[in-house]
């Protein structure tokens, strides 16, 4: 499998299927990217991103599915806990710690639960964590799934920063990590690479510091 950090929370997986994770990037557009899947972890604008305009099948809890249905989407809702197969591949939602909602024009919409997810296929499982502070049942996360490569947010204010994250990645025990959610705008501007000298000082665990747009591979048994 390709993973692909396109900015922000937005990853790209690439293998038998193409699954598009919180499609937004700051001042740009992921309309080229063609998935088949897109799967959002919340409803926030930075993670709902261009969702609607790319009228994919979408993965996403049931009151966002509900939302994207109503725009004419055919989206898979579920929730917290559960998992589900479309396509061929796993979608695990997993909880995150972090508020949600739409914005959709002047009403607003209510956007259910802030959540991550662990999807599986081609044989490796990716856990991307969505907006969250740092929870002991990410431990649970690593026991119960045993994600190869966890995505996690690294950027503070809105959600964990890079000292929350360390202890984050041994809880989940991924053999790789890749910081996420940081640099996008001023108020989230961390220096990443203290985090992944101190993860790889004290852990056998790898973190991966990619650039926007950077891809790299993940086998299955690396
Ligand atoms: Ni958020
Ligand atoms: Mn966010």
Not at 69 to 91: C, H, P, Q, W
Not at 173 to 200: M, S
Request: a negative charge; aromatic letters at 6%; glycine letters at 12%.
């Amino acid at each position: 499998m390709q993973l692909s950090w396109l900015g922000h929370a937005c990853v790209l997986l690439t293998g038998s299927k193409k699954i598009l994770i919180d499609p937004f990037i700051e001042g740009g557009s992921v309309i080229w990217t063609s998935p088949d899947i897109v799967a959002v972890t919340h409803g926030h604008e930075d993670h709902i991103g261009e969702t609607v305009v790319l009228a994919k099948k979408t993965v996403a809890v049931t009151e966002i599915a509900k939302y994207l249905t109503s725009k004419g989407l055919a989206a898979e809702g579920m929730n917290i806990g559960g998992t589900i197969i479309v396509d061929g591949v796993s979608f695990t939602m997993t909880p995150a710690i972090h508020s949600t909602g739409i914005s959709d024009g002047e009403s607003g919409s209510i956007g259910g639960a802030a959540a991550g997810f662990v999807i599986t296929f081609d044989g490796v499982k990716v856990y991307h964590a969505g907006d969250t502070a740092l929870f002991s049942d990410m431990k649970l996360i690593g026991d119960l799934y045993h994600p190869d490569v966890a995505l996690l947010p690294i950027g503070g204010r809105y959600t964990m920063g890079p000292a929350e994250a360390m202890i984050a990645a041994n809880f989940i025990g991924a053999r790789k990590v890749i910081p996420i959610h940081y640099n996008t705008w001023k108020k989230i501007e961390v220096d990443p690479l203290p985090f992944k000298q101190a993860i790889e000082r004290t852990t056998d665990i790898k973190v991966s510091v990619l650039q926007p747009g950077e891809t790299i591979v993940i086998d299955r048994d690396e």
